[in-house]
């Protein structure tokens, strides 16, 4: 055959193949740590132009201080407002996205047939798809005067149709995980259906009574920290839902059958089994979330008010607040960048103390999912 | 003969050479649609001149002028001194032109029955001296106090017209990114006060009168609405006669341009 003489390589052909397999892999390294190097890169001209404003003898009254005047003369650069304002925007999106996400991945990875699944999760996936802006618009024409006009009833209606299901949920799980297995089959029975009725009982009252003081509230104005967070909320909730889901579907077969096979139910093989083998995957779907949430820029600087106070109570969501990323963008035009000014550092520095939070966030994720890994490992 | 074709020839050379220009603005929210309406018309006079009219804030008008960028620079407030010596260091020379005047009417929501209020009293809504509607005649309603974001030359405009040097707007104040934002926060919200262009004023809002005085084309001509500006565009050294860019500020003198400032719900310069 004629291709057989090829097989052999002289001398030279395979010093020519080393070269250029090093060739390609030395350009494939480049190719990569370009990324790595715009990191670096964003994180140098960041923290740059960030360090004259704490090195001007600032940084006590930025992260103190509630006084944010930027354009007053002289000008007031207190920033703890705004620190509240996106802590609170971005804890309350993730405490309104984290159960329904993580219930949503539960459902698809464990009781939904295959198919519904395949057809679910694509559909969820692509709230991430829809722009920003989009989210925003809707969120000022839509939402905003509906929060305004029918507030109380609002509220109520969405405590009804997310506590009513968790509730419940909570009720018929709580019941089945609390009853002793180790009692005869018809006292098991009897005993669990009545932790049932007493929990079911003692959740109607919590939803009548929490349902009445919310259907009771005012809504001054409906561009508000709850407006920004509750779209933030959807918008991390397909991250939340797919990367949890994903990591609900490693947990593997063997794990469910196996406790299956010890006699526990579906409940216990999802709270006590399924659910702590995937933890740390749920964990960083919440961190994904909060990131999420905590960078968006286009719909707090639409949603939520942009008033730099922190709300009275601290957990009033119902007043407007700012957030660190809709002022470095609302900012950005007055902020002079040829005359170097104070109000220019600040948004870096403000743009710095993002960064390092994000950072810190997601060393923390790696750190929670090694140390998992290990345990899992039975290390 | 030959002479005169080759001087036809060279007329169209320099009108196929005009016809090539570009003319780019940028700035404020509030010149914008002066500046889009102008641009209009001059495209449909002189075609292939090509007008790019960009809206992001008199802040960053005056950037763009300095940073040449743009030829023209849109604000809605005079340039700030800080401005002016950057210019000057990069040896940018501004020249004004008042294209328009401008008044900031009040805006409250229709069903408000505040007919009118002082300039002190917006002053202390504004402040957070005052909290609610009803110390003000208006119905037992918390006030809700919506701003343009320190960004625009609105708010420059408001802060230097009603607020004073001293003044802090209240820590609750909403900032919004645009004069259509402050009109539709405002139509929707029952409590809410706003301001914006006199262009943005139309029945889904009420425009409050000010120390007595309706904020309208003529009580700002002759300068008794106590909230009104002149709007202005910059150029880098005074445009060459006959230029596109000494054309297009002209129109604003020209019948033709007062008309259009009069129909986008701005005051001409008087003559």
Redesign the interface.
Known sequence: MATGEHILLTAREARKRKLFGLLGRSLLLLITSVAALAVLAIIFFIARDALPFFSGGRSAAFFLS????????PPQFGAA?IFVGSLLVTAAAVVLAVPPGVCAALCMSDILPFNVRQVLKPVIEMLAAIPSVAYGFFA??VL??LL?EQGGRLLAAAWWTLALPALGLAAVVGADLLTPAELPERAHNVLRAALTLLFLAAASVILVVVGRVLAAVRI????NALNASVILGVMALPTIVSVSEDALQAAGRELREGSYALGATRAETLVKVVIPAAVSGIFSAVLLGIMRALGETMVV??AS?????IPKPAYNLL??V?TLTATIA?????A????G?AHYHVLFAMGLSLLIFSFACNLAGEWIVARQRKRLRGG | MRKLLFTTLLTAACASAQAQDALTLDGSTTVGPIAKAFAEFTMRQTPGLNITVSESGSGNGAKALLNGTCQIANLSRDLKESERKAMAEKGVKPVEHVVAYDALPVLVHPSNKVKGLTIDQVRDIYTGKITNWKDVGGFDVPIVVISRDTNSGTFESFKDLVLGAEAKIRAGAEYTGSNGGVRQRVQMTQGAIGYAGLGFVDRTVKALEINGVAPCAKTVTAKTYPISRALYMFTNGEPAADSPAARFIGLSRAEKGREIIEEIGFVPVPE
């Open positions: 509630t006084a944010w005047y930027p354009t007053h003369e407002a000022l024409v905003a005067p305004q001054a104005s409906g561009v600087w639409m008010g942009n008033a730099a106070q007043l407007p700012r609302g900012d950005m035009g007055e002079d960048q040829m005359t000014s």
